[in-house]
């Protein structure tokens, strides 16, 4: 079975603060992915990475940075954080066309 | 902007009952589609994947895909309480895979003993 692990699991912020999102994969994945997942809107894809030191632009990146610093882990940054942020957020990895495994999740509040 | 959209919103089935939903593209372009579950509280999981027309049935889960409508649907028979959960359409176009996947908004099912 794919393992993926997020950290924190829950996280509450201030308006303006600084937030990492960490993400790892056990599964030898080139792929992964951060999404947010708000009701009415489903998974929106934010950014993602096809290896290490690689990052594309998802469809709502904006206020978001990411860095996949080694095959494994893959980092989501909010450097100021805004109300509109928070949601509960899926790191994701996958080969090309296979399947995706989805992390276990962390919701962020910012205040 | 590619959009997916799903029917219904919401949809209550009695246990041992068939559930329906339905997925369509806007985008021409589309070519895969795929269907995931997400039990409250946890993450998606892949229930299916098709990409090409006709129909592919694992166990009590069968998906269609009409290419031409860009249209898919999922049908569940005999509908457990265990089903009852939000189910996601993803789409994305040919040659992309998953670096151009979008996913629907869902339809919640809930399925009543």
């Known amino acids: 079975e794919a393992a993926v692990t997020q950290s924190p699991r829950n996280k509450v912020t201030v308006t303006g603060g600084n937030v990492t999102l960490s993400c790892r994969q056990t599964?030898?994945?080139?792929?992964m992915y951060w999404y947010r997942q708000d009701t009415g809107h489903g998974l929106r894809l934010i950014h993602y990475?096809?290896?290490?030191?690689?990052?594309q632009i998802g469809d709502v990146p904006d206020g978001y940075k990411a860095t996949r610093t080694t095959q494994e882990d893959f980092f989501l940054l909010l450097e100021l954080a805004s109300p509109s942020q928070t949601s509960l957020y899926f790191c994701?990895?996958?080969?090309?066309?296979?399947?995706?495994?989805f992390g276990p999740g962390t919701r962020l509040t910012v205040l | 902007q590619q959009k997916v959209q799903q029917s219904p919103e919401s949809l209550i089935v009695p246990e041992g009952g068939m559930a329906s939903l339905n997925c369509t593209s806007s985008d021409r372009n589309v070519d895969y589609f795929w269907w995931y579950r997400q039990h409250s509280g946890k993450s998606p999981k892949m229930l299916m994947?098709?990409?090409?027309?006709g129909e592919k049935e694992e166990g009590r889960f069968t998906v269609h895909l009409n290419k031409a409508s860009l249209h898919t649907s999922l049908h569940i028979r005999d509908s457990q309480p265990s089903d009852s959960a939000l189910y996601l359409c993803a789409a994305s176009p040919a040659n992309y895979g998953n670096e151009k996947i979008t996913f629907g908004a869902g339809t919640k099912l809930t399925i009543k003993p």
């Open positions: 994947s098709i990409f090409s027309n």
């Open positions: 599964n030898s994945h080139n792929y």
């Open positions: 994701a990895s996958s080969d090309d066309w296979d399947e995706q495994y």
């Open positions: 990475s096809y290896g290490a030191g690689n990052l």
